[in-house]
Structures are given as structure tokens and as C-alpha cells.
């Protein structure tokens, strides 16, 4: 619907006069007053983000900035100054992606230099992001500018030097020399890394390596077998079209296989392309031709093909390996994590018990969402440098099965140890090995040598949770009570400080395993588990808690814990059984307090929610009576009896009726039915008996009309010596 023009274009005046004499507050006002009537307009837009800008209301005008990006999404412009702004905001890596998006709509205009200048910018953000750096290599060499792109490639060199990964570092180097033969840094460089590869010439193999020789070896194999795969039998094989050359085929696959080999990459390149083109689809082509992508900076190819492979037995692990590499160099660090995960859990899971899988799979999951979640750019660097440095140490696979060998010996019952805390630690050889030690003597009840293991674990490894963790259990062990309270206390609040609530909640439930009634361990639990939507859990803490008061006789702190958790049921539309038992001991406590209209309030509520809750029918007719509600009790007395009637429970009648005779033995229409109950059951002398008491309550009160009722109900059940009742009958009626 369209706007007031008349209203848009005094807003617009109004705005711009504010503007020229830097009211800025009363031109954002008029600018939005304006966008109310057009909200489409880009130049209004933009100078709104100019007014808000000059406000210093940089996540306002980040918003605007992006509204526009959106709405001209071919237009670099309002794309920069989005980049700008995260870069103010310090949301470094944003900007970085940001400036990347910019340079790249430059470049489809042609706008070379602008394109330059905004790669350059991200570079500085993030300087270690290869794919940036290779983007400069390809414009710098286009455009004939050699000695930049030699520096480009050295920035390569030295990237690739930090990550350990020093041929593509020499690789590089070389290659700036090539653009620039003048360059004295890169043949320092060179100079330094051939000198080093000398002093150090042990290599060690990434995950890469073998899976990418298995790979070339079954391609070679296929060229000594009889039949090509024009009819293939199997699905690892792939499938290929009926009309494929198979003298082409071979040829190609030769081709690829040599050019691998000798690191002609463009040559292997080609000739795989050319074997897909032909459908073959086979995964060792896939998988080196992905993993050839990757050596030429291709990342986004190098990810097509590498996600091919994950499915695939035999290229599993080098392609979660690979992958994470990419998104690596381009700076995703989430998806960095991911993959390295997936390659270190291939390797865990097939050194744990079947039935140990599930758990374990769930622990590598909430690593993965756990760093997603927390955005932490640096903490996500140092854990995927750390995963990386891992995954291409020497024998890490064996370190893998020794590291799950030691965590399954020092886990405690039903825990899941996590192998990748592990992997971060130094000398963890030493650090699990230490702990290893201390278990057995704590299974052997020597705990002053399960204490020195434990110390000396510490002690190699002062940030390691589980050594601390460790300690605590033998401090248990050795009834240090309030050491190990201690030690539970301050490991749990540094659990909250690093966002690790799984372990918060071991150290909480530590704490109440020696000391139950610790209100405050309690409540802190109470808050982490409803913090995770574990309201049942949390439901049951409210339980235990609040019955620990009522223990202590300390009602009024019993019912505001009961209340709490209530409330907590509430909100999460909670009905099961721990809800329903909380609604009972609020109930009782409001009793306990003569709250007698709270608590029926509470008995009432629970019978909406549970309508089958005989135990909260029958407080509700006892309330009632207690209120002074004989009608509402009577009603509702009746419908649980019908219910016990048509159940046949005719035990369940006498003792409600029997109860509840006890404490209002003045109501006559209740003791009534229960004389009536006897009768039916043929238990006449028990009907007699609570007609009588009824009666003698009656004449105590003066209520002799009522008396005079009773009686009579006595002399038809013809009681023995039925002539006292008569006589009694004619004088109470004078």
C-alpha cells in the first residue's frame, strides 16, 4: 500500500535540514518518519545509516546497511560498509567474509583495484586464511603485478610453515621466487627450510597419505585387469555410461595415475575431470581429485569432491581430514572442527564396545555444538591447531587406541571419558598414564599413592579437569568431607566460567553424594538442569529439596521450594509423575501451615491434571469438610465411592469412609454412609457401633432432634438389648 507522499517529502526536508546542522538524532527521526510512508527507498535508507553512523549507533546502522545489501545485492557499496562497521564492532571474522563478498563484486565489474583493496583488507583481518592470499596470487598475476603476487605467495609460505605443513610451505616459496627472482625474503626462506629439512629429515605421514596411495593403487590396479568396468559390479566402483572407450578409459586413468605421481598437477587434474565427464564416477577419482584441488587452493571444488568420499569406508577418516583442512585455510573454523572431529571419532569408535557407540557418538556431537555455540574465534583456533597438530603427529592412529585404552581405565562408572581433552594436553602420554596409576591404587584402597599419582598428573597437567576431578573422588575416598566439598565447589564454578555445564552438574551431583542436604549445590543444580530443558530432572532436585526441609521440620522453606518447583511444571506443561508428587507435598505443607483453602486450592488442581488421583479426591473431601463445605465434600465423597463401587474394592469404601468418620464424627449424612456400608456388607454390629457414636456426638452438642434420628437408625438394625435404645429414644423425645 503506498505511503503519504505529502508526509514523506517534509520528513525528507526535515531530515536533511537536521542533517546540515548536525542534529543527528532529529535526522534519524525524520529519516524513519519518512521510511514509515516508503520503507523501500534506498536513498532515504542510506541517509538514515549516515544520521545513525554519526550517533555512533553502529549495530543500527549495521542493520540498515545490511536491509540494503539486501535490496542491491549486485551493489559492492552498501556491502563495504557492512564490512566497515563488523570491523568497528570487532566481529573480525564477519568483517573478513564481508570484505571477501565485496572484492568478488568488484571483480564482476571489473573494478580490479577495488577488488584488490577489499581482499586486502580481509587479509589483514585474518591473515592466516589461505584462500584470501591465492585470490591476490591469481590477480596480481593477471594483471602483471609479479612482485605482489611473489609477496602474496610468501604470506602462503608462511602460513603453511606455522600449520607444520612444510612442503606446501617450500611449494610456495618457490613460487614466489618464480614471480620474482629478486626476492631475497622467499630465497631466505627456501634457504631456511632446506637447511631445516636436512637437520630433520623424519616425515611424518598425515591421514592423507596412505588413504591417497590405496586410492592410486587401485586405480593402477584396473589397468592390469582383463575387464575395465564398462559393466561395473560393484558400488564402491562406480558406474560407467555402456559407450565409454575402453582404451580411452585406460588411457586417462594412466594419464592421472603418472601425473599424480610425478606432482604434474595440472596434467592429473585434467585427466580426472575428463574421467568423470565420462561417468566414471568411482570414488578414488573423486577423492584425488578433490584432494588435488586442495593442493591448488581450489577449495570449493577440492569440498565438492572431498564430501563425495566421506561415505566411503576406505576414504572416510583422509576425507574428514581433508575437509577440515579446507575450511581451514578458508577460515570457517566450525566447520574445521567438525570434520577433524569426524576423523578422530572413525578412529575412537572402533576402539569401544559396541554398546559404548551411542554414548560416544553423543559426546563428539556436543563437542561439535558445544564450540559452534560458544563463537569463540580464538578458543576455535587453538582447539582445531590442536586437532591438526594431532592428527598429523606420528602414529597418531595407535596413539588413539592407547589414549581410549587409559581414559576407559580411569572413567568412573557410567561416565563417557572424552578422548579429544584429552588430545589437547601435553604429554598426555604421561598426564593419562599418571591418572591410570592412581586408579588402581584407589582400587586397592592405597589412596596416599592414588593422591601423589593424581598430584603428579596436576602437576604435568594444571588445567586438565579430569586429574582435578580425580582428586576429588579420593578425597572422598579418605573422608576429607570438606576438602572434597571444597575442591567439588571450585571446579564447578570454573566448569560455569568455561560453559562446560556437563561437568558443572558431575561436580553439583559430587557435592550432594557427601552431603545431601547442601541447599546451595542443590539449587545450583536446579538451575543448570532447568538452564538445559532437563525440567524433570530439575523437577526431582525441587523434590529432594524441598522434602529435605520438611525432614528438618523447616515447612516454611519446604513450601517455597515446592512452590518453585510448581511453577516449574507449569511453565514446561510438565504432568508426570514427579509434577503431580510436587502438587501433593505443596498440598501438605500449606496444611501443615492451616492454609486449609491453599492447599484444597492445590488438591483441586491436581484433580484437573490427574482426574484418576484417589489420593488427592479423598483430601479434597476432607478439606471440604474441614472447610465447612459438607455439601461440596457429600458430592464429591460420592463420586470417589461410585468409582471404588464400580472397581468392586468395597475394602477401599470402609476406609475412606472409616477415616474420615474419625475426624468429623459429627457429620451424620457421613456416618450415615458408612453405617450404610457396614449394612450392605452384612457387618450389622459395625454399623450399630458407628450409628451409636454418631448419636453420643449428637446429644454432647445438644442436637437432640438429630440424636433422636440416629437412634431410631439403631433400633431398625434391631441391636442387642434394644429396649435401652427405646427407653433412650423416648426420653430425648419429651
Same mark, same amino acid.
Given at each position: 500500500m503506498a505511503g503519504n507522499r505529502t508526509i514523506f517529502n517534509d520528513a525528507i526536508t526535515k531530515g536533511h535540514n537536521a542533517a546540515w546542522d548536525g542534529q543527528w538524532n532529529k535526522a534519524a527521526a525524520e529519516y524513519r518518519r519518512a521510511l514509515n510512508e516508503f520503507p523501500d527507498d534506498a536513498s532515504v535508507r542510506l541517509s538514515l545509516t549516515h544520521a545513525l553512523e554519526e550517533l555512533g549507533q553502529w549495530e543500527s546502522a549495521l542493520r540498515e546497511y545490511q536491509h540494503l545489501a539486501q535490496a542491491q545485492p549486485r551493489d559492492p557499496a552498501p556491502l563495504a560498509r557492512v564490512a566497515a562497521?563488523?570491523?568497528?564492532?570487532?566481529?573480525?571474522?564477519?568483517?573478513?567474509?564481508?570484505?571477501?563478498?565485496?572484492?568478488?563484486?568488484?571483480?564482476?565489474?571489473?573494478?580490479?583495484?577495488?577488488?584488490?583493496?577489499?581482499?586486502?583488507?580481509?587479509?589483514?583481518?585474518?591473515?592466516?586464511?589461505?584462500?584470501?592470499?591465492?585470490?591476490?596470487?591469481?590477480?596480481?598475476?593477471?594483471?602483471?603485478?609479479?612482485?605482489?603476487?611473489?609477496?602474496?605467495?610468501?604470506?602462503?609460505?608462511?602460513?603453511?610453515?606455522?600449520?607444520?605443513?612444510?612442503?606446501?610451505? =617450500?611449494?610456495?616459496?618457490?613460487?614466489?621466487?618464480?614471480?620474482?627472482?629478486?626476492?631475497?625474503?622467499?630465497?631466505?626462506?627456501?634457504?631456511? $627450510?632446506?637447511?631445516?629439512?636436512?637437520?630433520?629429515?623424519?616425515?611424518?605421514?598425515?591421514?592423507?597419505?596412505?588413504?591417497?596411495?590405496?586410492?592410486?593403487?587401485? =586405480?593402477?590396479?584396473?589397468?592390469?585387469?582383463?575387464?575395465?568396468?564398462?559393466?561395473?559390479?560393484?558400488?564402491?566402483?562406480?558406474?560407467?555410461?555402456?559407450?565409454?572407450?575402453?582404451?580411452?578409459?585406460?588411457?586417462?586413468?594412466?594419464?592421472?595415475?603418472?601425473?599424480? $605421481?610425478?606432482?604434474?598437477?595440472?596434467?592429473?587434474?585434467?585427466?580426472?575431470?575428463?574421467?568423470?565427464?565420462?561417468?566414471?564416477?568411482?570414488?578414488?577419482?573423486?577423492?584425488?581429485?578433490? =584432494?588435488?584441488?586442495?593442493?591448488? $587452493?581450489?577449495?570449493?571444488?577440492?569440498?565438492?569432491?572431498?564430501?563425495?568420499?566421506?561415505?566411503?569406508?576406505?576414504?572416510?577418516?583422509?576425507?574428514?581430514?581433508?575437509?577440515?583442512?579446507?575450511?581451514?585455510?578458508?577460515?570457517?573454523?566450525?566447520?574445521?572442527?567438525?570434520?577433524?572431529?569426524?576423523?578422530?571419532?572413525?578412529?575412537?569408535?572402533?576402539?569401544?564396545?559396541?554398546?559404548?557407540?551411542?554414548?560416544?557418538?553423543?559426546?563428539?556431537?556436543?563437542?561439535?555444538?558445544?564450540?559452534?555455540?560458544?563463537?569463540?574465534?580464538?578458543?576455535?583456533?587453538?582447539?582445531?591447531?590442536?586437532?591438526?597438530?594431532? =592428527?598429523?603427529?606420528?602414529?597418531?592412529?595407535?596413539?588413539?587406541?592407547?589414549?581410549?585404552?587409559?581414559?576407559?581405565?580411569?572413567?568412573?562408572?557410567?561416565?563417557?571419558?572424552?578422548?579429544?581433552?584429552?588430545?589437547?594436553?601435553?604429554?598426555?602420554?604421561?598426564?593419562?598414564?599418571?591418572?591410570?596409576?592412581?586408579?588402581?591404587?584407589?582400587?586397592?584402597?592405597?589412596?596416599?599413592?592414588?593422591?601423589?599419582?593424581?598430584?603428579?598428573?596436576?602437576?604435568?597437567?594444571?588445567?586438565?579437569?579430569?586429574?582435578?576431578?580425580?582428586?576429588?573422588?579420593?578425597?572422598?575416598?579418605?573422608?576429607?568431607?570438606?576438602?572434597?566439598?571444597?575442591?567439588?565447589?571450585?571446579?564447578?564454578?570454573?566448569?560455569l566460567i568455561t560453559g562446560d555445564l556437563k561437568r558443572a552438574e558431575a561436580m553439583y551431583r559430587g557435592i550432594l553424594k557427601i552431603a545431601p542436604d547442601d541447599v546451595g549445590a542443590r539449587s545450583k543444580l536446579i538451575d543448570l538442569l532447568a538452564q538445559q530443558n532437563r525440567t524433570e530432572e530439575a523437577l526431582e532436585q525441587y523434590l529432594d529439596l524441598g522434602d529435605g526441609f520438611a525432614r528438618a521440620n523447616q515447612v516454611g522453606k519446604a513450601l517455597e521450594k515446592f512452590t518453585e518447583g510448581v511453577r516449574l511444571a507449569t511453565r514446561a506443561a510438565q504432568t508426570g509423575k514427579t509434577a503431580l508428587t510436587l502438587r501433593h507435598r505443596l498440598a501438605e505443607m500449606r496444611a501443615r501451615q492451616n492454609d486449609f483453602a491453599g492447599a484444597l486450592k492445590t488438591y483441586q488442581e491436581l484433580r484437573q491434571q490427574s482426574p484418576d488421583d484417589e489420593r488427592a479426591q479423598f483430601y479434597i473431601v476432607d478439606l471440604e469438610f474441614r472447610l465447612n463445605q459438607a455439601s461440596a465434600a457429600l458430592r464429591d465423597l460420592e463420586e470417589l465411592l461410585a468409582r471404588y463401587h464400580a472397581r468392586n474394592e468395597p475394602q477401599k469404601i470402609s476406609a475412606v469412609l472409616e477415616a474420615l468418620a474419625q475426624s468429623y464424627p459429627a457429620e451424620a449424612e457421613l456416618v450415615t454412609r458408612l453405617a450404610q456400608h457396614y449394612r450392605a456388607q452384612g457387618a450389622i454390629g459395625q454399623a450399630i457401633a458407628a450409628l451409636d457414636a454418631l448419636g453420643q456426638a449428637q446429644l454432647s452438642l445438644g442436637n437432640r432432634r438429630a440424636a433422636a434420628a440416629t437412634i431410631r437408625q439403631i433400633i431398625e438394625l434391631h441391636p442387642p438389648r434394644v429396649e435401652d435404645y427405646q427407653k433412650l429414644l423416648q426420653e430425648i423425645s419429651r
Open positions: 562497521l563488523l570491523e568497528k564492532l570487532r566481529r573480525v571474522p564477519e568483517a573478513a567474509g564481508a570484505y571477501v563478498q565485496v572484492a568478488d563484486l568488484y571483480l564482476a565489474t571489473k573494478l580490479t583495484s577495488k577488488a584488490i583493496e577489499a581482499w586486502r583488507k580481509a587479509a589483514e583481518l585474518e591473515p592466516d586464511r589461505t584462500d584470501i592470499h591465492q585470490k591476490l596470487v591469481e590477480v596480481y598475476t593477471r594483471t602483471g603485478q609479479h612482485p605482489a603476487a611473489a609477496l602474496e605467495q610468501l604470506a602462503l609460505a608462511w602460513i603453511y610453515r606455522k600449520r607444520g605443513d612444510k612442503a606446501k610451505a =617450500l611449494h610456495a616459496a618457490e613460487q614466489a621466487v618464480k614471480l620474482d627472482p629478486n626476492n631475497a625474503a622467499a630465497r631466505a626462506f627456501i634457504d631456511e $627450510m632446506t637447511e631445516s629439512e636436512r637437520a630433520t629429515p623424519v616425515s611424518v605421514p598425515s591421514p592423507v597419505d596412505e588413504a591417497q596411495k590405496t586410492a592410486l593403487s587401485r =586405480l593402477a590396479e584396473t589397468l592390469l585387469e582383463a575387464r575395465e568396468q564398462t559393466q561395473p559390479t560393484g558400488e564402491s566402483r562406480g558406474a560407467i555410461r555402456p559407450q565409454i572407450d575402453q582404451a580411452e578409459v585406460e588411457a586417462l586413468i594412466a594419464r592421472a595415475v603418472d601425473a599424480q $605421481m610425478r606432482h604434474r598437477v595440472a596434467d592429473a587434474i585434467e585427466a580426472y575431470r575428463k574421467l568423470i565427464a565420462q561417468g566414471i564416477t568411482r570414488p578414488e577419482v573423486r577423492f584425488n581429485l578433490g =584432494l588435488l584441488y586442495f593442493e591448488t $587452493m581450489r577449495y570449493d571444488e577440492a569440498i565438492q569432491f572431498l564430501s563425495e568420499t566421506v561415505g566411503d569406508d576406505q576414504f572416510a577418516l583422509a576425507s574428514h581430514y581433508a575437509l577440515g583442512q579446507c575450511y581451514r585455510a578458508q577460515g570457517k573454523l566450525d566447520r574445521t572442527i567438525e570434520h577433524f572431529l569426524q576423523a578422530v571419532k572413525i578412529v575412537d569408535l572402533s576402539n569401544v564396545r559396541r554398546e559404548q557407540a551411542d554414548d560416544l557418538i553423543r559426546v563428539y556431537e556436543e563437542l561439535a555444538e558445544g564450540f559452534a555455540a560458544k563463537g569463540d574465534r580464538a578458543q576455535a583456533e587453538r582447539f582445531s591447531q590442536s586437532l591438526e597438530d594431532f =592428527l598429523s603427529s606420528k602414529g597418531w592412529e595407535d596413539k588413539v587406541q592407547q589414549f581410549r585404552q587409559r581414559l576407559e581405565a580411569i572413567k568412573e562408572e557410567g561416565e563417557q571419558v572424552d578422548l579429544v581433552e584429552a588430545i589437547q594436553v601435553r604429554e598426555s602420554d604421561r598426564v593419562l598414564e599418571a591418572l591410570a596409576l592412581s586408579q588402581e591404587y584407589l582400587r586397592r584402597e592405597k589412596f596416599g599413592a592414588a593422591s601423589e599419582e593424581c598430584l603428579r598428573a596436576i602437576e604435568l597437567a594444571p588445567n586438565y579437569l579430569p586429574a582435578h576431578a580425580r582428586l576429588a573422588e579420593i578425597l572422598v575416598k579418605q573422608e576429607r568431607w570438606s576438602e572434597a566439598n571444597a575442591k567439588y565447589q571450585a571446579l564447578a564454578e570454573l566448569c
